[in-house]
C-alpha cells in the first residue's frame, strides 16, 4: 500500500510521464499576444516556493459546477490534473519534491507577454466589510440588490442579434432581449417595487466599493456579520472611477490609490453620485450566511479564495483552475516593498481584468487588505503552467 502525500504525487507524475503524449504546443492566445516556453530551472524562485498551499487549491477542484461566473473552456488535461491533486491531496506530510514534481511533470511552462510586448501587469483586490443592515432606515438608505429574475447573462457562443456585442448580460422580455437599465436607472428607480432588496447601506459610496470588489461582509446593528458574493450584474461595460479621476484632477496614476479614491468620494455627496455614475456596469449580490466566518469569499469559479496565493483572471482567455506563476514586487504588509514569487490559483475574474497578462491579486479581508490592495499596481513576471498533452 501506498503511503503519504509524497508517494502518491510521485506515483501520479511517474505515470504521466509514461502514458501521456507531451504537447509542446502553447496555450490559445488572443491576436498578437506572444507565449514564451520555460523549464522550471529557468524560473528565479520555483525551487523555493512551498507549493503545498497552491496544490490544496488546486486540489478542491477547478471550478464548482456551475461557477458563479463563465470563464473559458476548461481544457481536458487541466480536469485531469485537478482530480489527480485532490486524490492526492490527504492528510499527511508532504514531499515538497514530490509535489514540485507533480506540477512539472503534468504541465508545461509559458511566459506570456501581452500584445504590446510588455511584460504582465496585476492589481490588487479584497474583501471589504461595511456596516449595513436588514431593513431600510435613515442610517441605511442604499439598497443592495440580488439578482434580478429577468436577468439572463451571455455565455459563450450566444448570439444576440440586434443587441450590443459588448454587453455581458440582458433583459428577458415577452418582446426578446433588450439592454439591461445601467447605473443611472437602476439608481433612479428602475427596479423599485420588485423586492429585490436584500439589505441596506450607509451610502453609494460603500456600495460602489462592495460592487468593484465584488465580494464582502457587512456587520448588521447586533453584530452579527452576513457574507455577500457576486451574483450578477447589467452587463454594461466597466467604466475605472480611478482613471477618470486621475486625468480630471492631473493626479499621477500612481498616485491613484482606492483610499484617495474613496476619500475624495465620501467628501462630496453630489459629485459622487455624478462620478459613480459615469460607471454604467451595476453588480447584484446573493447573501451567504452559511460560509464560515474564516473562509475567503467565494470567487468567479464558486470556490473560496485564499490571500495571496488566488487571482483573478481574463474569463475570456484562461480558465479557472489554471496554476499561474508570477513574480512582481509589491507594497509589503508592513510598508516597504516584498517580493512575491510564487504558485498561484486563478480562481476569480473581474470586468476590468482584460488581457493574457492581466490578473488582480487577492490579498485578504478587512480594511488592512484594502489598504495594501488599493497600492498595488506593478508590471508581473505571468507564467501560465498549460497542461501537457491538450492541443484544444
Known amino acids: 500500500m501506498i503511503r503519504g502525500v509524497g508517494s502518491v504525487l510521485a506515483l501520479l507524475s511517474g505515470l504521466a510521464s509514461m502514458t501521456g503524449v507531451l504537447a509542446d504546443a502553447p496555450p490559445p492566445l488572443p491576436a498578437g499576444a506572444r507565449a514564451e516556453r520555460l523549464s522550471p530551472d529557468e524560473i528565479a524562485g520555483w525551487r523555493d516556493d512551498d507549493q503545498r498551499a497552491a496544490l490544496s487549491i488546486f486540489a ?3 471550478a464548482a459546477s456551475p461557477p458563479l461566473r463563465a470563464g473559458a473552456k476548461t481544457p481536458p488535461g487541466l480536469e485531469e490534473a485537478c482530480a489527480a491533486a485532490a486524490a492526492a491531496a490527504r492528510p499527511g506530510p508532504a514531499n515538497r519534491d514530490s509535489i514540485r514534481a507533480f506540477f512539472e511533470t503534468r504541465f508545461n511552462f509559458w511566459r506570456i507577454r501581452p500584445a504590446d510586448g510588455a511584460t504582465g501587469f496585476m492589481t490588487g483586490y479584497f474583501e471589504p466589510e461595511f456596516e449595513g443592515s436588514l431593513t431600510r432606515s435613515d442610517a441605511f438608505p442604499t439598497p443592495l440588490y440580488g439578482r434580478p429574475a429577468d436577468l439572463v447573462t451571455r455565455m459563450p457562443g450566444d448570439d444576440w442579434p440586434g443587441l450590443d456585442a459588448s454587453l455581458t448580460s440582458a433583459r428577458r422580455t415577452p418582446a426578446g432581449l433588450e439592454p439591461y437599465p445601467d447605473r443611472t436607472a437602476i439608481e433612479t428607480g428602475a427596479l423599485d417595487g420588485r423586492n429585490l432588496e436584500i439589505l441596506w447601506m450607509r451610502d453609494p459610496v460603500d456600495r460602489f466599493v462592495l460592487q468593484v470588489q465584488g465580494s464582502g461582509r457587512i456587520r448588521l446593528p447586533d453584530g452579527k456579520v452576513t457574507r455577500l458574493v457576486y451574483a450578477g450584474r447589467n452587463g454594461h461595460a466597466y467604466t475605472s472611477l480611478g482613471r477618470v ?3 480630471r484632477e492631473a493626479i499621477p496614476p500612481e498616485q491613484m490609490t482606492m483610499d484617495r479614491l474613496i476619500a475624495r468620494l465620501k467628501a462630496d455627496a453630489a459629485f459622487a453620485r455624478d462620478l459613480i455614475r459615469l460607471n454604467r456596469s451595476f453588480v447584484f449580490f446573493a447573501r451567504r450566511d452559511d460560509l464560515p466566518p474564516d473562509s475567503g ?13 488566488s487571482i483573478a483572471i481574463d474569463r475570456t482567455i484562461w480558465p479557472y483552475g ?4 508570477i513574480d512582481a514586487t509589491i507594497p509589503g504588509d508592513g510598508g516597504g516593498a516584498e517580493r512575491l514569487a510564487r504558485l498561484m490559483i486563478a480562481q476569480d475574474t473581474g470586468s476590468a481584468i482584460l488581457g493574457p497578462a492581466r490578473m488582480d491579486l487577492f490579498v485578504g479581508s478587512g480594511a488592512k487588505a484594502g489598504h495594501r490592495a488599493g497600492l498595488i499596481r506593478h508590471p508581473v513576471d505571468f507564467i501560465v503552467l498549460w497542461p501537457r498533452g491538450d492541443r484544444r
Open 297 to 309: 469569499p467565494i470567487g468567479g469559479a464558486g470556490l473560496p479564495l485564499t490571500p495571496l496565493r
Open 60 to 62: 478542491r477542484g477547478c
Open 245 to 247: 479621476l486621475s486625468q
Open 322 to 325: 489554471l496554476p499561474v506563476w
